[in-house]
């Protein structure tokens, strides 16, 4: 492309550093290019890939080197140079600075060599150039659409208080979810308490336990005297069988005697033996059932219904007891839950003060641990205009450039003429100057043209 001249170039009044002019020459796909920029806004145009990112990289990567592409020579040639001039004032005093970038096939990452005003070569020129440029590569557009937490640490960044903010908001963090675990266990208590099964008699009642002590001795006295009882029963069994036998016997022994008269005399003793053994057994069995009459079976089951009536008491009592301990600890929480707010409300002012002192340069700007604020309501789309959302993206932009005055609208095909010139307005009215990718109808080749020009 033919070299292009302007005239009339916009004077450098504003402190701060601007491109003045920029040559190309086999970068990527642009064979050959030169600008007079002199500080003036750019509209850089073209169709898709005619080459608009390609001059942007050649334009940055002197001032940046991580926006070097990685193959910076255009095909078929063997080598590449950009040469970058900057120039404005610095403590109000001029400067003026030549970048440039040589690349080879051996060097593709590019050496660069750094001219003061003077014609003089600069040393260290990477570190020179980072120090003396600071971020260039923050893009408003992106930075507006971004994350709320991306867009929140850019900020956290300009106040030079990150980290204190950091720390803060990670105490905050803690003590909101202490605060929240906190407030849900006392609601979760609180309903507890109120959907309980007692009513107020109940609760009195059971307020106290029964001493199960005494009732498990005398479970273990009843077993004992069961077991007198049933070894009682089992000699009233033993005479009684011993009884039924003897009567048998008298009875199987009377009939003989008839039949076996001859024997009447054995027989008669031996049945008085027999007669003699029968009242005696009748005599043990009629004391024995006397004793079983007036001495009833012990029953265990009086006693284990005694036992379960004073385990459910004492469940009860168990169970009142807890739902005590829990309103405690439920007015023990919500006391808690107070103190948190108070330390959560005392961080916040910890960190509000800190944002305050670090001086923030977008007046009304200020920030959570979670949101932006600007004027008191959120940075976000739907809550403030677009007019203001932007100014304030110019302003961040501009924080993070102090001395390189160029800001970069990326996809500035996304608005209107109208739009558009607002925008960069706001820019040129700070004294910076806007950098414009416009995506041009098919056919159209990459060309760069100024905006006062155009808009």
């Known amino acids: 492309m033919a070299k292009k001249k302007e005239e009339n170039l916009q004077p450098i009044v504003h402190e701060g550093l601007k491109s003045l002019s920029l040559e190309i020459d086999n970068f990527k796909n642009i064979d050959k290019m030169v600008i007079e920029i002199g500080g003036r806004s750019l509209l850089i145009i073209g169709k898709n890939g005619a080459g608009k990112s390609s001059f942007i990289q050649a334009m940055m990567s002197p001032l940046n080197s991580k926006m070097l592409p990685s193959e910076p020579i255009k095909k078929g040639e063997e080598r590449a140079k950009i040469s970058h001039k ?16 040589f690349f080879t096939p051996k060097d ?5 060599v750094v001219y003061n005003k003077d014609n003089e070569v600069v040393k260290s020129p990477a570190t020179f150039v980072k120090n003396l440029i600071g971020n260039v590569s923050f893009d408003v557009t992106q930075w507006l659409n971004d994350t709320k937490a991306k867009r929140l640490e850019t900020i956290k960044k300009l106040t030079g208080c990150a980290n204190d903010i950091d720390m803060i908001n990670i105490e905050i963090s803690k003590l909101k979810a202490d605060k929240k675990y906190k ?3 006392a609601e979760e208590l609180e309903g507890s308490l109120k959907n309980h099964e007692f009513t107020r008699e109940e609760i009195d009642t059971y307020s106290n336990p029964v001493d199960l002590t005494p009732i498990q001795t005398e479970i273990s006295n009843v077993a004992g005297r069961q077991q007198q009882w049933d070894g009682v029963k089992l000699k009233v069994d033993t ?13 199987e022994t009377y009939s003989e005697i008839e039949r076996l008269k001859a024997l009447i005399v054995t027989k008669e003793v031996e049945l008085e033996g027999f007669k003699n053994e029968s009242i005696k057994a009748f005599a043990n069995v009629e004391k024995g059932q006397e004793w079983l009459n007036t001495n009833p079976r012990p029953s265990i089951d009086d006693v284990n219904q005694r036992m379960n009536d004073a385990i459910a008491h004492n469940e009860k009592h168990n169970r009142i007891g807890m739902l005590g301990n829990q309103q ?18 005392e961080q916040e002012l910890k960190r509000s003060d ?30 403030i205009n677009k007019a203001r959302e932007w100014q304030v993206g110019i302003q961040v932009a501009m924080a993070l450039n102090p001395n390189y005055k160029g800001i970069f609208l ?8 109208e739009t558009l010139h607002s925008i960069i307005h706001e820019i040129e009215k700070h004294g910076y100057f806007a950098i414009c990718e416009l995506v041009a109808p098919e056919g159209d080749d990459l060309h760069v043209d100024f ?4 808009v």
């Open 354 to 383: 800190i944002i305050s002192k670090s001086q923030l340069p977008i007046e009304g700007l200020t920030f959570s641990d979670e949101d932006l604020f600007i004027d008191g309501l959120p940075l976000e789309s739907g809550q």
């Open 86 to 101: 900057i120039g404005g004032l610095l403590n109000g005093q001029y400067e003026e600075y030549i970048l440039d970038m």
């Open 108 to 112: 593709k990452t590019g050496r660069l």
């Open 183 to 185: 407030s849900d266990r």
């Open 239 to 251: 005479f009684n069988l011993d009884s039924q036998r003897a009567e048998k016997n008298y009875r």
């Open 410 to 417: 990326h996809d500035a095909s996304l608005f209107d003429k």
């Open 451 to 454: 905006v006062e020009k155009v």
């Open 328 to 345: 405690k600890e439920m007015i023990t929480l919500k006391s808690q839950v107070e103190d948190v707010k108070g330390q959560i409300e």
